[in-house]
């Protein structure tokens, strides 16, 4: 099983940020059930498979706005 790890959940000075993509940019999640929702849906997909799991972290996108390399790095 894979999971590929997007830039919805992610780490920024030493805490876990919640987003959600709208239109054409990411959101940051204000509501805390919302957040629960996400970090949830991670929990989920991480304890599923206990062989054999990859977890893939894409490098990001210098060229795409929505994609940069930072929204990746801590994670």
Do not use: S
Request: net charge positive.
């Amino acid at each position: 099983m894979g999971v590929c790890w997007d830039a919805d959940l992610r780490r920024a000075d030493g805490a876990w940020q919640h987003y959600a993509f709208k239109g054409t940019k990411w959101q940051q999640v204000r509501n805390e059930t919302n957040q629960l929702y996400l970090l949830n849906a991670y929990r989920v997909l991480l304890t599923r498979a206990r062989q054999g799991l990859i977890v893939f972290v894409p490098h990001g996108d210098e060229k795409d706005p929505t994609r940069p390399p930072a929204f990746y790095n801590e994670t």
